[in-house]
C-alpha cells in the first residue's frame, strides 16, 4: 500500500524557515518523481514544486522560486521542502504527492501538514 | 500561465442523477509527445485529493466505471452517472502539460 506521511508543519513567523519531510513508503521511491502542491484555507490547489526521480532536476512556481528547495533522499525514501523567507501567503496545508513519470500525474497524496505563517 | 476555467462552480444533483463538469484551458494540452496532460480530482471533505482521471479518459485504479472523462485540445468534460452519496465533494482538473502546472478553481458537487 502506498504511503505517503508529512510532518515539519506549524506556526512560524514571517522572515522565517521550516522544512517539511515526507516518507514515502510502499512503491519504489526512487522510481518516482515527487511533488509538493498546497491549500491555502479555504482555497483551491495550487502546484508548489517537483522533482525527478534522480533529483537531479527541480521545477518551482514563481511565486516560491529562490525561497523553497526541493529536495529527496532515495536511500532514506523521503521527500523534502525547505521553506525560507515565508510570508503570509505561503499559509497552507502543504501536500505530498507522488508523480509517475510516464503520466504526469500526481496519483498519490498524503494527509497532508499545515503551515502557519502569522507574527 | 494555463488559466483553467472550470463551471460550473456549484452543481446540485439528485442521487441517482447524472452530471457533466466542464474545464476549459487558456491553450491548448497537446503537449510535444503527443499526450494530453488532464486529470480530474475529487477532493471529498476533510480529505485530501483523489485521482479519478488521468491524461483525459482513463479511470484510475479502483475508481467506478460511474466515472467518465472526454475531451481534446482546450475542452474537457468529466461525467458522472448514477451519483451516489459518496461522490459529494470539490471536483478539480489539472494540466500538467506546461510549467507551472494549474489546477481549475474547483466545483462542488451538493445534494439538489
Known amino acids: 500500500e502506498v504511503q505517503l506521511v508529512e510532518s515539519g508543519g506549524g506556526l512560524v513567523q514571517p522572515g522565517r524557515s521550516l522544512k517539511l519531510s515526507c516518507a514515502a513508503s510502499?512503491?519504489?521511491?526512487?522510481?518516482?518523481?515527487m511533488a509538493w502542491v498546497r491549500q491555502a484555507p479555504t482555497k483551491g490547489l495550487e502546484w508548489v514544486a517537483s522533482?525527478?526521480?534522480?533529483?537531479?532536476?527541480?521545477y518551482y512556481r514563481d511565486s516560491v522560486k529562490g525561497r523553497f528547495t526541493i529536495s529527496r533522499d532515495n536511500a532514506k525514501s523521503t521527500l523534502y521542502l525547505q521553506m525560507d523567507s515565508l510570508r503570509s501567503e505561503d499559509t497552507a496545508t502543504y501536500y505530498c504527492?507522488?508523480?509517475?513519470?510516464?503520466?504526469?500525474?500526481?496519483?498519490?497524496w498524503g494527509q497532508g501538514v499545515m503551515v502557519t505563517v502569522s507574527s | 500561465d494555463v488559466l483553467m476555467t472550470q463551471t460550473p462552480v456549484s452543481l446540485p444533483v439528485s442521487l441517482g442523477g447524472q452530471v457533466s463538469i466542464s474545464c476549459r484551458s487558456s491553450?491548448?494540452?497537446?503537449?510535444?509527445?503527443?499526450?494530453?496532460?488532464l486529470h480530474w480530482y475529487l477532493q471529498k471533505p476533510g480529505q485530501s485529493p483523489q485521482l479519478l482521471i488521468y491524461?483525459?479518459?482513463n479511470r484510475f485504479s479502483g475508481v467506478p466505471d460511474r466515472f467518465s472523462g472526454s475531451g481534446s485540445g482546450t475542452d474537457f468534460t468529466l461525467k458522472i452517472s448514477r451519483v451516489e452519496p459518496e461522490d459529494l465533494g470539490v471536483y478539480y482538473c489539472?494540466?500538467?502539460?506546461?510549467?507551472?502546472?494549474?489546477f481549475g478553481s474547483g466545483t462542488k458537487l451538493e445534494i439538489k
Open positions: 510502499g512503491f519504489t521511491f526512487s522510481n518516482y518523481y
Open positions: 504527492t507522488r508523480v509517475p513519470r510516464r503520466e504526469r500525474v500526481f496519483d498519490y
Open positions: 489539472l494540466q500538467s502539460t506546461h510549467f507551472p502546472l494549474t
Open positions: 522533482i525527478t526521480n534522480s533529483g537531479g532536476s527541480t
Open positions: 491524461r483525459v479518459s
Open positions: 491553450q491548448s494540452l497537446v503537449h510535444s509527445d503527443g499526450n494530453t496532460y
